[in-house]
Nanobody, 118 residues
Framework: QVQLVESGGGLVQAGGSLRLSCATS????????MGWYRQVPGKQRELVAA???????YYATSVEGRFTFSKDSAKNTVYLQMNSLKPEDTAVYYC????????????WGKGTLVTVSS
């Protein structure tokens, strides 16, 4: 059973930064892609950033230039560095991994809450 465990969420003021981590129980290169999603209660889950190994990283327009997706393959961990945070970035952030992306993601973490105060 593949496990994805997010950490790093919390409360931050607008303009601040947070770094989310996602540790996997499997070699990250055993997936063909990994992504960060977020969800606000009552709204659909949205893709924030996704990386397909060997290709460019996708960022949602709303976060491009502020968020950066990175990895540490030795630790089987990926990160989402979030800078210049805005109140509208408040959400539960989920890490996901897929073996047939973009045809969906196969594995999901339980999420970590990010709250940005104004």
């Amino acid at each position: 059973q593949v496990q994805l465990v997010e950490s790093g969420g919390g409360l931050v003021q607008a303009g601040g930064s947070l770094r989310l981590s996602c540790a996997t129980s499997r070699n990250i290169f055993s997936f063909n892609a990994m992504g960060w999603y977020r969800q606000v209660p009552g709204k659909q889950r949205e893709l924030v950033a996704a990386i397909t190994w060997g290709r460019s990283t996708y960022y949602a327009t709303s976060v491009e230039g502020r968020f950066t997706f990175s990895k540490d393959s030795a630790k089987n961990t990926v990160y989402l560095q979030m800078n210049s945070l805005k109140p509208e970035d408040t959400a539960v952030y989920y890490c996901a991994a897929g073996t047939d992306y973009p045809n969906g993601m196969d594995y999901w973490g339980k999420g970590t809450l990010v709250t940005v105060s104004s």
